[in-house]
Each structure stands twice: as structure tokens, then as C-alpha cells.
């Protein structure tokens, strides 16, 4: 399983991921985010990736909502004030976006605030469900303190009834779609030729 971070750590201990994505607003990570606050500022700022990248995008429901249907954007990210409706998700599993569910914002919260936020993680993993829409889990850490082992992120969003191993292919999916040379989409690959037992 790879963790999404959002910034780039200078020593990264051994937390039981495969590896790490490094989603940040400069472009020097594997992955760029994109914060825009209407859907025309998304679409400008998405004209202006030139490189071959992971793209996630943090916004209101509406920048949300646009994202989905742009073909550049893989990810719609996780933080406190997001909110996806329903035909949001829906559209996301025909688009193929996958869907970002964080643990870090919820270590960020507390009282009310979290409660609801554990009430909306609970039903949008309902609708995830639902339509069988692409979902990472992460730990979306911002900093040293926010990071935590792939057991106790696995744990935390199967309590909630995240399908884990679907979780786990999809951001290998994800990942390959732009450093696996050899991958070319679900059930293409490009197979290495050996010339042994060639006459």
C-alpha cells in the first residue's frame, strides 16, 4: 500500500508502506495538488501542468464536482472542509477519480467538528460502496506528527467499513498508471521477451 503525503520528509522511518506518493503544490514531488476555489481557476490551473504527474485537487463541492469530469485529474483530495455530494461519487466511479480518504484530518480536529467528521466519512464510504467508486486511504500527514503506520490507517478506515484491499489497488493503480513503464491499463501490460528456448 502507498500513503499520499503532503510534504516531503527528511527522514522517513519505516511505517509498513510500500511507498510514499508526495503530493505537493510545488512540482517537485510525484504528485501535484491543485487548490482552486471555482471551477474556472481549476481549469486554468490545469491547463497549466505540463508534466507527467499525479494530479489531485482540493476544493469546495463545485470545484469538486468539475474535477471529476476533467480527464487530467486523478485524485480529489482529502481535508477538513471538504464535502462530496452523491452525484459527485457517482460521476467519480464512471470517470475512474479516485477518491482520497485521510486520517490526518482528523487528528487535526476535535469535538463536534470531528463527530461530524466521522458522520461523513461514514456515509461517503457508504455511497463509495455503493457504486464501487476508486478510494485510497491515507494518512494525507502534513508533518512528522500526523504520520502513522499502514496498520493503524488500514484499522482506522476498516472500522468504518472501507474495503481495504480495493483501497490498496486502486492507489497501486494509481501509482503505475504513471511510473510503471511496462503498464497500460487494467489488464495490459507490456511483457518483457526473453530469448531462451527461441529457435
Given at each position: 500500500m502507498y500513503d499520499f503525503l503532503r510534504f516531503f520528509p527528511e527522514n522517513?522511518?519505516?511505517?509498513?508502506?510500500?511507498?510514499?506518493?508526495f503530493m505537493l503544490e510545488k512540482p517537485k514531488g510525484c504528485g501535484i495538488v491543485i487548490r482552486?476555489?471555482?471551477?474556472?481557476?481549476?481549469?486554468?490551473?490545469?491547463?497549466?501542468?505540463k508534466r507527467r504527474a499525479i494530479v489531485?485537487?482540493?476544493?469546495?463541492?463545485?470545484?469538486?464536482?468539475?474535477a471529476v469530469m476533467r480527464r487530467r485529474v486523478d485524485v480529489i483530495l482529502d481535508w477538513e472542509d471538504r464535502e462530496l455530494d452523491?452525484?459527485?461519487?457517482?460521476?467519480?466511479?464512471?470517470?475512474?477519480?479516485?477518491?482520497?480518504?485521510?486520517?490526518?484530518?482528523?487528528?487535526?480536529?476535535?469535538?463536534?467538528?470531528?463527530?461530524?467528521?466521522?458522520?461523513r466519512l461514514r456515509q461517503e464510504i457508504m455511497v463509495i460502496r455503493k457504486f464501487d467508486v476508486p478510494f485510497i486511504v491515507t494518512t494525507a500527514a502534513e508533518n512528522q506528527y500526523?504520520?502513522?503506520?499502514?496498520?493503524?490507517?488500514?484499522?482506522f478506515f476498516?472500522?468504518?467499513?472501507?474495503?481495504?484491499?480495493?483501497?490498496?489497488?486502486?492507489?497501486?493503480?494509481l501509482v503505475r498508471r504513471?511510473?510503471?513503464?511496462?503498464?497500460?491499463?487494467?489488464?495490459?501490460?507490456?511483457e518483457q521477451l526473453s530469448n531462451s528456448g527461441v529457435v
Open positions: 522517513l522511518p519505516d511505517l509498513g508502506f510500500k511507498s510514499y506518493v482552486a476555489n471555482s471551477p474556472e481557476e481549476l481549469r486554468k490551473k490545469l491547463r497549466g501542468v489531485g485537487i482540493i476544493g469546495k463541492e463545485a470545484v469538486c464536482r468539475e452523491y452525484a459527485t461519487l457517482k460521476l467519480a466511479a464512471e470517470k475512474d477519480v479516485a477518491i482520497e480518504l485521510s486520517l490526518s484530518k482528523f487528528l487535526r480536529t476535535e469535538g463536534y467538528k470531528r463527530m461530524h467528521l466521522f458522520e500526523e504520520l502513522r503506520t499502514r496498520k493503524q490507517v488500514e484499522t476498516k472500522f468504518f467499513g472501507a474495503e481495504i484491499p480495493k483501497a490498496r489497488l486502486y492507489a497501486q493503480r504513471y511510473f510503471d513503464e511496462n503498464y497500460i491499463m487494467d489488464g495490459f501490460e507490456v
